[in-house]
């Protein structure tokens, strides 16, 4: 089996040269490296929910550092550090339940009773409020025996009852990894996926005779409308080219291929064009927890245009683009710039481009954002995996995929790494 460290570090080489293209790619071997972690981390004698946290923020905070506007890493980050503190939980209420039977059946006798005393009230609330263990429960979890794995012994049979417990904790060790890799296998199957499942739901939103103005080169986008069309649906689609990258153009192409009436425009005509439109769907790079949208560059005005004329903004993304993070985060950086050379060709501006005046700067500056800030006002519907869903329902369905203790990863602690 490859070496952990080695994955890590050939990923987070990917990650700094941008080499990885998409959120779903780069949220897919996210996942499938905190998997290997996982699989790789020793487990110590207690505390193990607590071990494999650490081993994930450890390498999550470099993953995050490597590409810091790739926010599908840390959303993937934050998700298997929930499903460890949910698989924890399960096992532990598993493990209250059973003491709890073995309290009851030694209400027939009192001696047993006396030598094996039920989980309190307090406790079970205590466990119940918390996934990772504190230390009074874990000691007590490990003090009282399973009936169905230790049965009673006198106090001759200490030793056997000893190796019972050392064996019950190895046993649990080796379940809470297993759970744990079975929900990240989940998780990477659903990111794997995402586009057929929203694509199912195309047929629900998109009707005969339609215009759908799109903007740019999504997959997603691709998928669902190519769906509708299988479906026996009869509309026209209008792509803004998305410049400066004329992404639109390869999403063009791709639908005359598949035999959709595709109209090609420039994005300054997005307003020209959208009183003809009866819906505007795009993807999304990532979906903010107020259910704001970062985006291509250009959405803002298309979105902006779609308001203006009551048309409706759609966005589609699956749940591995939901950030639990707002807009005014410290840690989410909204935007980057790209090359200027795709605005222009240095040799014909090489002359505006040159220092003057003495004072060290160059008379021409070029700007190349990435991205855009949709607000959530701005958009109708988001449509993801698990269906459709309102702005302002954004932050509920949100909340289910991560912990709060995980919204925040940086260490409190420096190393002298």
């Known amino acids: 089996m490859p070496d952990t460290q080695a ?7 990917k990650l700094k040269k941008r080499k990885i293209e998409g959120s779903q790619a780069t949220a897919k071997q996210t996942a499938e490296l905190l998997r290997s972690v996982i699989s790789q981390t020793r487990m110590p004698y207690t505390n193990q929910a607590a071990a494999l946290i650490h081993s994930v923020k450890a390498v999550g905070e470099r993953l995050i550092a490597a590409n810091p506007v790739e926010l599908a890493v840390g959303n993937v980050v934050r ?4 499903i460890i503190r949910e698989e924890d939980l399960s096992l532990t209420t598993a493990a209250m339940a059973g003491l709890n039977l073995s309290a009851e059946s030694d209400d027939e006798d009192d001696t047993d009773r006396d030598n094996h005393p039920a989980l309190s009230a307090a406790a079970i609330a205590a466990a119940s409020r918390s996934t990772l263990r504190p230390p009074s429960l874990q000691t007590l979890l490990e003090d009282l025996p399973d009936s169905a794995a230790v049965p009673h012994t006198s106090s001759s049979g200490g030793d056997s009852e000893g190796k019972s417990k050392s064996a019950d904790k190895s046993s649990r060790s080796r379940k809470l990894k297993h759970d ?3 929900a990240v296998n989940e998780l990477i199957q659903d990111i794997s996926t995402c586009h057929e499942l929203i694509a199912e739901q195309a047929v629900e939103h998109i009707h005969q005779n339609e215009v759908i103005l799109t903007l740019g080169s999504s997959r997603t986008v691709l998928e669902f409308l190519c769906a509708a069309k299988e479906k026996k649906r009869s509309f026209r689609v209008f792509v803004a080219e ?8 390869l999403l063009a192409k791709e639908l005359v291929t598949r035999g959709l009436q595709t109209t090609l425009i420039t994005d300054s005509a997005v307003f020209a064009m959208i009183s003809r439109v009866n819906m505007v769907i795009v993807g999304a790079h990532v979906v903010m927890a107020n259910g704001g949208v970062i985006a291509p ?6 979105a902006l245009a779609a308001q203006k004329h009551a048309v409706p903004f759609v966005v589609l993304a699956g749940s591995h ?3 639990p993070l707002y807009p005014h985060h410290p840690e989410v950086l909204l935007n980057e710039l790209r090359s200027p050379s795709e605005l222009l060709d240095f040799g014909e501006f090489s002359d505006c481009l040159d220092f003057g005046s003495g004072i060290g700067a160059p008379l021409l500056h070029v700007v190349n954002p990435t991205f855009d800030y949709v607000p959530p006002k701005l958009v109708s519907l988001f449509i993801t995996d698990t269906g459709g869903h309102n702005p302002s329902y954004m932050y509920r369905l949100i909340a289910d995929y991560y912990s709060a203790d ?4 940086e260490r409190r602690t420096t190393s002298g790494n």
């Open 79 to 82: 998700r298997v550090l929930h």
């Open 321 to 323: 683009k939901l950030c």
């Open 180 to 182: 744990v890799i079975e």
């Open 242 to 249: 998305g410049a400066p990258r004329y992404q639109g153009h």
């Open 297 to 302: 560059v250009g959405l803002n005005m298309v």
């Open 406 to 409: 995980d919204l925040v990863l």
């Open 7 to 13: 994955l890590v570090n050939d990923f987070l080489n």
